[in-house]
């Protein structure tokens, strides 16, 4: 080993020139960015708000219509229930949004609940956190996605039966404009999200208007009450589901504490203000929503939305500002799911480092995305798009419960953590994986804030689950214990390689003395003969190996071999039953079974590579299968010699 002056090992480093080549995927998300790019690839609050509150605010679009849809069982007297509750769903809020603005300024690297709960509560609450998330990211692309096809389907009724590929191909689309980055995407993103802001504002003033000046009415032509059960009366456990229902407003909250990376410096206070300006929006567009709604007697429907039926009376009629709404509504909630694609990434990328998911999700991609968590978000929201006919009802009691349970996990581990910041005295700091915690004099005001937040979204919690478990909110309690279960076994595997890799009371092992060579062979042509001049430099002692199945064809090996092996002896297996791995396998395994503690044993297998990858096809890749079975015996060295075929 070269060593410099002091001493030390050399290391030398060169810069790899080498851009990643075009092709027509670059032509799609863009050029490929350096890493010294990063750092203008951060947004500002203005971008950060259509970056990650699309979500947040599209879901007004939806959540009084779903409040609507349960109430209607107790008849169109109980939808006046619906103010008040979504009064109840705004002050909850409020709450939330002042726990994350306090989870912003703890943790600036970003994260959420999965780091709070992570560094206060231990690994299976945060592996809980993390799940409920990465679902509830998942469904919100599924449910933000359906609901804007269900607007395109109000507008244009004739495309209701193709709504199930409509919702697929604008997945996709939101899919590429976000593998060009979030700077990118944000950019894109940006004036949709400000004009669906500004329509829903024009359309709720001109209603108020209107309303107090009598001159509103009521829906025209309504569409058939949309019902989901068998008529009931108004009972507190019915007005329990309207409110879980409503609740679906707050998905998307957490979103912005995840992403606190992604803003400009400083990232804190960029990001908490961007959260309380989307709360503030959020708060005043469902209650005004609900309100008008309730007062034009809206109906829940499929065939059409609540929004299309209050812009529709609001407007007078299908004119160009209701064309307007629609269009910015419709935008919006394809824009949702943008707040998943630019959240779940960066988590699963979180959870990965930690070594809860694959590895392979932590590596950015050409531009400076998580170019593999947004290709499996993609992947999985489409498959409960497909499984569940693109409906947003049938969705939505799948949607909120992880979100709530993560605010609930969220919440207690900010609770712990004040707890921990009153044991410590002024001036004292202790450096955490995702933050420093130091002495908060206002500890215990804080605590009992995150005390009653934590109890307030765990009843919300356990509301949903009870009152929306047989209308599907059972397959979420079945799938988050399921990919709770996949991370440990994903974090076991990565801890126990860990572990076996490690260099703590490591001792060299002892330098080989002798290293024997078996080289496979199924035929003597140009490709044996270079792998056997490979194998001779390894080592003198080579034996040639090959499977006999056809007695004519190893005949024809053995007469070649004695013209070209230069004399390296060749074993021949014979295999009666036509078996190919089994026989090698077992050679092997005595070969090793005679050797010495010290002796080394290389395998080296020959193939050849064709042009193209239709050739690949002709052939029955035996190299690889062999290769791959090889692999798991111990102590074993496995060389690929490839053969390119010109």
Same mark, same amino acid.
């Given at each position: ?60 679009? $939806? ?43 703890? $943790? ?28 509830? $990211? ?7 996605? =359906? ?37 990118? !995407? ?12 500004? +329509? ?43 409110? *879980? ?32 300006? +989307? ?21 829940? !429907? ?26 910015? *509504? ?9 707040? !998943? ?39 999985? =929201? ?71 937040? &934590?109890? &307030? ?26 990919? +709770? ?36 062979? !199924? ?19 080579? *034996? ?78 035996? &190299?690889? #299968? ?9 102590? #074993? ?10």
């Amino acid at each position: 080993m070269h060593h410099d002056d002091r001493g030390a090992p050399y290391v030398q480093r060169r810069v790899a020139d080498k851009k990643p080549r075009r092709s027509w995927l670059t032509v799609l998300t863009g050029d490929p960015l350096a890493t010294a790019e990063a750092p203008h690839e951060t947004i500002n609050k203005k971008v950060g708000l259509a970056v990650f509150a699309s979500d947040a605010l599209s879901s007004t679009a $939806y959540s009084t219509q779903e409040m609507l849809v349960v109430l209607a069982l107790a008849g169109a007297a109980a939808f006046t229930n619906a103010i008040p509750l979504s009064l109840v769903i705004v002050a909850l809020l409020a709450l939330v949004t002042a726990s994350y603005v306090q989870t912003i300024h703890a $943790y600036p690297g970003g994260g959420g609940a999965y780091i709070v709960a992570r560094d206060n509560l231990g690994a299976a609450p945060a592996a809980a956190a993390g799940s409920a998330l990465l679902v509830g $990211y998942i469904l919100t692309v599924a449910v933000s996605i =359906s609901s804007g096809v269900a607007q395109i389907n109000s507008s244009f009724p004739a495309l209701y039966p193709y709504r199930v590929p409509i919702a697929v191909i604008l997945t996709v689309f939101v899919m590429l404009v976000n593998l060009r980055g979030v700077r990118e !995407s944000g950019m894109v993103f940006a004036v949709p999200t400000y004009f669906f802001v500004a +329509m829903m504002f024009l359309t709720l003033i001109i209603g108020m208007v209107r309303y107090f000046t009598g001159t509103l009415g009521v829906v025209q032509d309504p569409p058939p009450m949309e019902m989901v059960g068998l008529a009931q009366p108004l009972t507190l456990f019915l007005l329990l589901r309207a409110f *879980t229902s409503g609740t679906t407003a707050l998905t998307g909250v957490e979103a912005i504490s995840n992403g606190v990376p992604a803003f400009r410096v400083p990232r804190s206070r960029n990001a908490a203000i961007t959260l309380v300006w +989307m709360s503030a929006i959020l708060g005043f567009l469902l209650i005004g929503i609900t309100y008008l709604a309730v007062q034009i007697g809206a109906v829940p !429907s499929e065939e059409e939305t609540v929004i299309s039926q209050l812009a529709r009376t609001v407007d007078g009629g299908r004119d160009i500002i209701y064309l307007l709404t629609m269009a910015g *509504t419709t935008i919006i909630l394809v824009m949702a799911a943008n707040t !998943s694609f630019a959240g779940f990434p960066r988590l699963a990328a979180l959870l990965a480092i930690d070594g809860f998911l694959p590895r392979q999700l932590s590596t950015q991609g050409s531009r400076l995305v998580y170019s593999r968590g947004i290709t499996v978000l993609t992947l999985l =929201s489409i498959g409960f798009i497909v499984a569940f006919q693109a409906s947003v009802t049938a969705l939505i009691p799948l949607y909120a419960i992880g979100v709530f349970l993560s605010f609930t996990l969220s919440q207690a581990g900010m609770v712990h953590r004040w707890w921990k910041s009153g044991r410590l005295q002024p001036g004292q700091e202790v450096a955490e994986r995702g933050s420093t915690l130091a002495h908060d004099r206002g500890w215990r005001a804080k605590l009992a804030f995150n005390t009653v937040g &934590a109890v &307030a979204t765990g009843m919300v919690t356990l509301i949903f689950a009870a009152t929306k478990f047989r209308e599907g909110a059972w397959i979420v309690l079945v799938v988050l214990p399921l990919l +709770m279960g996949l991370t440990f076994r994903i974090h076991r595997h990565y801890r126990g390689l860990s572990t076996a890799l490690s260099l703590q009371k490591y001792e060299p092992e002892m330098r080989s003395t002798r290293h024997r060579v078996i080289l496979l062979i !199924s035929g003597v042509h140009k490709g044996t003969l270079r792998a056997l001049r490979y194998a001779q430099l390894l080592s003198s002692d080579v *034996t040639v190996v090959h499977i006999s199945v056809d007695p004519e064809e190893t005949a024809r090996v053995q007469h070649k071999w004695e013209e070209w092996g230069e004399g390296v002896r060749l074993v021949i297996l014979d295999s009666p039953y036509r078996l190919m791995l089994e026989p090698i396998v077992d050679y092997i395994e005595y070969i090793a079974s005679q050797r010495q503690p010290n002796d080394t044993i290389t395998i080296i297998v020959p193939h050849f590579v064709p042009r193209g990858w239709f050739d690949n096809l002709l052939h029955s890749q035996t &190299a690889m #299968i062999l290769r791959l079975r090889l692999l798991r015996l111990p102590n #074993i060295v496995v060389t690929d010699v490839p053969y390119q075929v010109t």
